[in-house]
């Protein structure tokens, strides 16, 4: 079992930044391809962006490609999601996502592990 823990989230305006954090249990953190969803109030959950085992590849929806990197420390046991130039339309709940299977992955479906979600606000 591999708990998940995000952290990083809150309020900024358009244009600001973030970074998220999620941090994982266990000793297997290398083993598996981590990514991030979000939710907005009303609407399905949906990719953001995902990076193999060891970060050599990367995937990302295109309403972020250019303003949010993804990255992870395998010393650490924690993935990152640096997101800026946000936009209000960014306002959502992000949820950091363990996949035992895929390389990187754009779909939810085969997901093992969530973390519990972070909001994410931005004011315009």
């Known amino acids: 079992q591999v708990q998940l823990v995000e952290s990083g989230g809150g309020l900024v305006q358009a244009g600001g930044s973030l970074r998220l954090s999620c941090a994982a249990s266990?000793?297997?953190?290398?083993?598996?391809?981590m990514g991030w969803f979000r939710q907005a109030p009303g609407k399905e959950r949906d990719f953001v962006a995902s990076?193999?085992?060891?970060?050599?590849?990367?995937a990302y929806a295109d309403s972020v490609k250019g303003r949010f990197s993804v990255s992870r420390d395998n010393v650490k046991n924690t993935v990152y999601l640096q997101m800026n130039n946000l936009e209000p339309e960014d306002t959502a709940v992000y949820y950091c996502?363990?996949?035992?299977?895929?390389?990187?992955?754009?779909?939810?479906?085969?997901?093992?592990?969530w973390g519990q979600g972070t909001q994410v606000t931005v004011s315009s």
């Open positions: 996502a363990a996949d035992t299977i895929r390389d990187t992955f754009t779909s939810g479906r085969r997901i093992d592990y």
């Open positions: 266990g000793r297997t953190f290398s083993t598996y391809a």
């Open positions: 990076i193999s085992r060891f970060g050599r590849n990367t």
